[in-house]
């Protein structure tokens, strides 16, 4: 009886453990792949300011690494990273059809408009050589799954300001 007490509860301790390094494994990509531990990550405690402050400051302080881009892909919603991801076409995307945003000089952002789970805010960088440029930021309030309740990027659209070419606001 003992020696199949001990056999159960090896067979258990075996299971476990294999449910732990199976759940390592099967992990979405999507999201373990940008978020590191000393990085800025999205929380049910961030506001939605809060959150395009931090992507905007990833890219204003983007380095050799893209350790910049890996958080604004962190912080990208779940729908976004299926259009955009994985990490490396987003960087891919970033430097090369957004590569003005990427160490700007500085920036200022435009009130924010914040409605049933969505927020957007028209922020403008001003790059080193002094151009401007317009982003509108639409982050949603995550319903569901591993980041509910948390505001993430939903999408990021260039505009222009009104009377200029390009979406106008």
């Known amino acids: 009886m003992r020696a199949n007490t001990r056999n159960t509860s090896l067979a258990a301790k075996c299971i476990t453990i294999a449910a732990i390094v199976l759940s390592f494994a099967f992990k979405p990509a999507l999201a373990d792949e940008a978020c590191t531990p000393n990085s800025p990550?999205?929380?049910?405690?961030?506001t939605p300011q809060e959150v395009v402050k931090t992507v905007i400051d990833a890219l204003r302080d983007n380095d050799k690494?893209?350790?910049?881009?890996?958080?604004?892909?962190?912080?990208?919603?779940?729908s976004n990273k299926s259009v955009t991801g994985p990490l490396e076409r987003f960087t891919s995307m970033i430097t090369n059809g957004y590569g003005v945003m990427l160490n700007?000089?500085?920036?200022?952002?435009?009130?924010?408009?914040?409605?049933?789970?969505?927020?957007?805010?028209?922020?403008?960088?001003?790059?080193?050589?002094?151009?401007?440029?317009?982003?509108?930021f639409t982050v949603g309030k995550q319903p569901d799954g591993e980041y509910?309740?948390?505001?993430?990027?939903?999408?990021?659209?260039?505009?222009?300001?009104?009377?200029?070419?390009?979406?106008?606001?």
């Open 41 to 46: 990550a999205p929380s049910t405690t961030a």
């Open 104 to 136: 700007h000089a500085y920036n200022y952002v435009e009130k924010m408009s914040i409605g049933d789970g969505v927020a957007t805010q028209a922020v403008w960088l001003v790059a080193v050589d002094g151009k401007e440029y317009g982003y509108l």
């Open 148 to 169: 509910a309740d948390m505001w993430m990027t939903e999408s990021v659209v260039p505009i222009a300001r009104k009377g200029t070419q390009g979406l106008g606001i």
């Open 65 to 78: 690494n893209n350790t910049g881009i890996a958080t604004v892909f962190c912080f990208a919603s779940p």
